[in-house]
Each structure stands twice: as C-alpha cells, then as structure tokens.
C-alpha cells in the first residue's frame, strides 16, 4: 500500500531549527514531485515548499522564502523540510504530499501529518 510517513515534528523556542522527514513507500518515489503543506489552527491547508520529481526546482511560500529548505533524496525515497529561525506562526500540522500528473489526471497521496509547535 502506498504510505508517506512524517516525522521530526515537536516543540521548538522561536529562532529555533527543526527538521521534518518524510518517507514514501508503495510508488515510485522518484515520479512524483513532493511537497511540504501545513495547517495552523483556525486556517486553511497552505503550501510551504513543493520540490520536483527529480529535484532540480523548488518553489516556497513567501513566508518561509530564506528560512525554510526542502530536499529529496530519491535512494532514500524520502523528503525533507528544513526549518530555521521558527517563529510562533509557524506553528501548525505540517503533511507531506506525493503529486503526479498522468495523462489528463493527477494522482496525489498525503502523509498523516506531524504536529510542529514554536513557542516558549
């Protein structure tokens, strides 16, 4: 079955570093772009980071441009989401997304979500 798993979430001080990991299993990993979304309390699902299949491009939000990094490492088939200096908005669920276009349709799949909270 296909699977993305999270992890690396937990409390961090405002200023702090943290990094996120996902795994995927059950497709091939190196196919799909993957990305980084997370969701605060009270907020919609937003967009963090997406990097592509193969990692040559990555787009990121405006709000985390400069302290947030996303990489993949294919032999791993795992995607990472490094953060630095955490402010307090940053807290959220952070997910792990799988995309793929095949022909005229997507195919799409989602981790369970680790929990980041930036506080002190």
């Known amino acids: 079955q296909v699977q993305l798993v999270e992890s690396g979430g937990g409390l961090v001080q405002p200023g702090g570093s943290l990094r996120l990991s996902c795994a995927g299993s059950?497709?091939?990993?190196?196919?799909?772009?993957m990305s980084w979304y997370r969701q605060a309390p009270g907020k919609e699902r937003e967009l963090v980071a997406v990097?592509?299949?193969?990692?040559?491009?990555?787009n990121y939000a405006d709000s985390v441009k400069g302290r947030f990094t996303i990489s993949r490492d294919n032999a791993k088939n795992t995607v990472y989401l490094r953060m630095n200096s955490l402010k307090p908005e940053d807290t959220a669920v952070y997910y792990c997304n799988a995309d793929r276009v095949v022909l005229v349709s997507r195919v799409t799949y989602w981790g369970q979500g680790t929990q980041v909270t930036v506080s002190s």
């Open positions: 059950g497709f091939t990993f190196s196919n799909y772009a």
């Open positions: 990097i592509t299949s193969l990692g040559g491009r990555t």
